[in-house]
């Protein structure tokens, strides 16, 4: 497994010549429908990604890696919260990307963490070309009810296609606590 931690302070790259092989967020990457969460400028702009093997056994390590990056970006308070998300999107890019991509079943996927302020982006990229849609399952189904727990957790939460394959689906979590405003960018 790889972590691979960087500052973000570039402006953001057009993501349709990215696949699920090798998109890493590019510098300043955020959820285009997500945008309109966005303060005017954030004061705080950081990234952490971690390359997961395409095994059941990496959600523990990717839940794990979450923690850890949010401890040291001192926004533990999303640390619970974020870990059922992580969980829940982990889980169903190994159990439903990886099948619905069974050519390219081998490939890894990449947990991103973004933040901007008191925002954080989680994204996962998975080969897979099935978009994730919420389930209505019975009382008697076992599971389905993953994307209905990152809905209740997140400000927002969705999905873009990669060229020529592959998606991202992210979502985006707010700390308790809103940041001060930098005093230099307002007159």
Known sequence: MTAVQSAQTAPPRASTSWTALDWWPPAGWWPDSARD?????????????FVLPPHAESVHSARSFATGT?????????????????????????????????????????????????????TLNDPGA??????????????????HIVES????WGWAPLAPYGKIVWAVLRTGHREQPD???HP
Not at 96 to 105: C, D, I
Not at 153 to 156: K, P, R, T, W
């Open 37 to 49: 969460l966005l303060p005017g400028s954030p004061a705080t702009t950081a990234s952490a990604t």
């Open 70 to 122: 949010l401890t040291g970006w001192t926004l533990g308070e999303l640390s619970e919260n974020m870990e059922l998300v992580v969980s829940e999107l982990a889980t169903n890019a190994i159990r439903h990307g990886l099948r619905l991509a069974e050519s390219r079943a081998r490939e890894p996927i990449r947990l991103s963490l973004l933040r901007r302020g008191g925002l954080v982006a989680c």
């Open 130 to 147: 099935g978009f994730p849609a919420l389930r209505d399952p019975s009382p008697l189904d076992i599971g389905g009810l993953g994307l």
């Open 153 to 156: 957790l997140s400000l927002q």
């Open 183 to 185: 005093p230099l960018d």
